[in-house]
């Protein structure tokens, strides 16, 4: 198995340091951006992408609204999915 850690959503590209992969097993932690969950429904690249679709196509809103930084950019966001994702 990877010997890495993902902290970044595959789904949104949250990287709040909590670590959602670790050594390739999902840790099942909820976004609190998009409200995915890794480990459910992220496995392959043509469901995140459908995901993330899903949740611009819905005006990329946080689920946790009160978390959102003032300063919040989705397409700086977004840009902080790890490349295999995109």
Same mark, same amino acid.
């Given at each position: 198995m990877? !010997?890495?850690? @993902?902290? $970044?959503?595959? /789904?949104?590209?949250?990287? &709040?340091?909590?670590?959602?992969? $670790?050594? %390739?097993?999902?840790?099942?932690? /909820?976004? @609190?951006?998009?409200? !995915?969950?890794? %480990? /459910? ?5 043509? *469901?995140?992408?459908?995901?993330? %679709?899903? =949740?611009?196509?819905?005006? $990329? *809103?946080?689920?946790?609204? *009160?978390?959102?930084?003032?300063? =919040? &950019?989705?397409?700086? *966001?977004l $840009?902080? /999915? ?5």
């Amino acid at each position: 198995m990877e !010997n890495t850690v @993902e902290t $970044a959503c595959r /789904i949104c590209g949250l990287d &709040d340091g909590e670590s959602l992969y $670790a050594h %390739g097993f999902p840790r099942y932690v /909820i976004c @609190e951006c998009c409200h !995915n969950e890794s %480990g /459910i429904g992220d496995d392959t690249v043509s *469901q995140v992408r459908e995901l993330r %679709g899903y =949740w611009v196509g819905h005006g $990329a *809103q946080w689920r946790k609204p *009160q978390l959102r930084p003032t300063d =919040w &950019d989705p397409l700086t *966001q977004l $840009a902080d /999915i790890p490349p295999e994702w995109r």
